[in-house]
């Protein structure tokens, strides 16, 4: 499996038959394509020149037959013990389900992955990718984020994914409008999950943040045959639990720079291939105001090298004193089992 970043139309190299799934970035609507696909309908920000009128595409790759399907709103794609999904949900379908209609759609998007998961005997999630309109809106008395968790973790905890218990990496970004749309990578083993020391886990987050806690890890160490994958989750400039430097763009982003650094030397105590370093991820930045966008595309130069390959969304952060979030993926062969 490989992973990268390509414009729209994609190269002829990319054939339908070798990709597992990804994600279409940018608002405008494009020709479709027959693998699952996220789409990340929001501004693409400091892209190629042929971006804005195009769009982007990142694909996850994979070597061998693949199967399609499916099941209960999730278009998967399957290849070996790798597993890609997507699944919108319409908010409007939950109306007047208990808690909010959120909660309800981010539980029952959960409890139909999970259920595709095990009955395709790919039991482990790996990494998910969750995306909301207005997130740090207030609805029925509750930040929507905070909705979102309550449902997310109902269905962790129905299907036995006690919190801490191999939790995926994650993001949770927020859109100006559009459905809970969820992606996903799974696989047959299961990953290893890694914290920050410089940070509190966000499953064990105090109450202050909401009645329920988010569940994920910072980041995971996958297996796929013969490889190493390395997936950062969302990132942002917290230190214990508290969000630290508001409305200071560049320091925010120092910062959560300083703890991605922190993740992959963690990651590289428990790798069993060449140490990860900085410049060697593939990045997803999202970055609250669009105007931003030069002095972060500066400052993430300098800290990456002018060749790093990232790509920068507009997006609303899961707290509304963050400024940015930073993912990352790193895919690398092993050399010995």
Known sequence: MSLGFISFPAPSGIADGCVLGGARLGPLA?????WPEQWLAAPLLGAAPDFPSAGGRECWTAAGPLQSGMAEGIAWRRQGELLYGVISLDEADFAGAPGS????ASESAYRRIF????AQGLPHLWRAWNYLAHI?????GLERY?????GRQEAFMAHGRGLGQQMPAACALGF??????????????AATPIENPRQVSAYDYPAEYGPRSPSFSRAVLACPPGQELLLVSGTAS??????????????????TLANIAVLLAEANRLSRGRPYGLADLDYRVYLRRAEDFPRLRARLEAALGPEAAWVCLQADICR???????EAQALQPLERP
């Open 30 to 34: 494009v020709p479709g394509v027959s």
């Open 101 to 104: 209609a959120l909660q309800a």
């Open 115 to 118: 259920r595709l998961l095990e």
């Open 136 to 140: 740090n809106q207030e609805t029925a």
């Open 146 to 150: 905070r909705q979102f968790n309550i």
């Open 176 to 189: 100006a409008g559009g459905p809970l749309s969820v992606a996903f990578l799974a696989g047959a083993q």
């Open 238 to 255: 917290i230190l214990g639990h508290r969000t630290v430097h508001p409305d200071d763009l560049l320091a925010q982003c120092d910062e």
């Open 320 to 326: 509304a004193d963050l400024l940015l979030e930073i």
